[in-house]
């Protein structure tokens, strides 16, 4: 378990100070390449060659210094959950920084990623379901949390190399017999690491129905 060495101030007013990245990204994935790819690339960097399953992925934050340390303050030593301040961020984000992809008339079903069983026991709580609820409730957006659901024996991806991340996920989850996904879907996670979490879920979406898929997440891990 993750106890902060020093006190972690998870306020609004913290979180509104935390600094949005700004650098260039690709246009499918959202890597934080530090490349600047034209805004109407359909292209890719080469760490999303063959392309995802979904159409596009951004993240605000870098996961490093604060931010790093107020998700982790968040999710694993029970500090207050500062699930609106972060759905703030992301709405600002999906209203100015990232317009062009999110035209007035996309109206996606907010889907947060599923926690592993075991981690809900311990947390109570799921960080992307609140935060996705609270984006949805912002944008006027669909929330369906029980849009997908995580089978008991997959393993947690904390900690687990990347190498193996994609083999962890495969089949982990799943859309609930007869429920369709909604046409229209954003996927919300709290960190984006290798992909290999966001693309599992999108493939299991897209197997029950969903057509048009994007992924946002709070922060990115620079590989």
Not at 23 to 50: K, Q, V
Not at 57 to 76: C, D, N, P, Q, T
Request: aromatic residues 8%.
């Amino acid at each position: 378990m993750f106890l902060p060495r020093s006190p972690v101030d998870l306020s609004s007013a913290a979180i509104r100070s935390w600094p949005a990245y700004n650098g260039g990204e690709c246009p499918r994935c959202g890597a934080f390449t530090g490349i600047a790819f034209h805004r109407t690339s359909s292209g890719g960097c080469p760490s999303c060659a063959p392309p995802p399953p979904f159409s596009f992925a951004r993240s605000l934050f870098v996961y490093e210094g604060r931010v790093r340390e107020g998700i982790r303050a968040a999710k694993y030593a029970r500090k207050a959950v500062p699930d609106d301040a972060l759905a703030e961020r992301l709405h600002g984000a999906v209203r100015n920084t990232w317009s062009d992809l999110f035209p007035d008339d996309f109206r996606p079903a907010v889907v947060p990623v599923p926690i592993h069983p075991v981690k809900y026991f311990l947390r109570g709580f799921n960080l992307p379901a609140l935060v996705g609820r609270a984006l949805a409730r912002r944008a006027g957006w669909p929330f369906a949390p029980l849009a997908l659901r995580r089978c008991p024996g997959a393993p947690p991806q904390a900690g687990s190399r990347l190498t193996d991340r994609r083999e962890n996920v495969r089949d982990a989850f799943h859309a609930p017999a007869g429920l369709r996904a909604p046409p229209e879907v954003l996927i919300l996670d709290d960190v984006y690491t290798s992909g290999a979490t966001a693309a599992a879920c999108a493939d299991a979406l897209k197997t029950a129905g969903a057509r048009h898929i994007v992924v946002l997440t709070v922060a990115r891990t620079v590989l």
